[in-house]
């Protein structure tokens, strides 16, 4: 191996783990707590060196958001390919986003709520981002009829379990009636 590959290697290596630091310490402190100094600090290197991964903590928030949407993914892809038929893969979808969401929520903020720098539904959507998307387009479009195009259906899907994460989190959508809320859309998702 050459110097310039270990190098590089053990660059992505920081990058992984002030990624992996912020998250965690979003997770158990918020999103406030994650400051260059915290992270410095946590990981035992200098505020330079986080620079020198990372404009700021709009960068990292990014690429916590990148990295919270590849593992969404993979976890709606691994819900639904075990589930059998349109409908039992929706709700498997649905139930997988939920939980996403609800394991995840400093995550979660970052895909959904706070600024990462990131492009969303346009040319320079980061490929993590897009493919997050798809994971619900192959389920949900599945199920979008003829009368609606099936990225659109797809949209106002996912904008309607947004909302559900959302309001749940926030407290303004008692948690235990989730289940009664997913087999509600599911019906109105699939009565097509």
Do not use: C
Not at 45 to 74: D, T
Not at 144 to 171: K, M, N, Y
């Amino acid at each position: 191996m050459s110097v310039q590959d270990r190098k590089q290697r053990e660059r992505a290596g920081r990058e992984r783990l002030i990624v992996a630091t912020a998250r965690e310490l979003a997770e158990q402190q918020g999103w406030d707590a994650v400051t260059t100094r915290q992270l410095a600090e946590r990981i035992e290197y200098s505020q330079p060196v986080l620079y020198s991964h990372f404009r700021g903590k709009r960068e990292i928030i990014g690429a916590v958001a990148l990295k919270g949407a590849a593992e969404m993914a993979a976890a709606v892809r691994a819900a639904t390919s075990a589930a059998d038929g349109p409908r039992a893969r929706v709700t498997a979808l649905a139930r997988a986003y939920l939980d996403f969401a609800a394991r995840n929520p400093a995550v979660y903020d970052a895909m959904f709520q706070l600024d990462g720098g990131l492009a969303f539904a346009n040319e320079d959507t980061p490929q993590p981002l897009k493919d997050a998307f798809a994971a619900l387009l192959e389920s949900l479009g599945e199920i979008a009829g003829d009368s609606v195009h099936p990225a659109l259906f797809t949209e106002v899907s996912w904008a309607a379990l947004h909302g559900l994460a959302t309001l749940t989190r926030a407290g303004r959508l008692p948690p235990a009636d989730t289940a009664q809320r997913v087999q509600l859309l599911v019906d109105r998702l699939t009565m097509l």
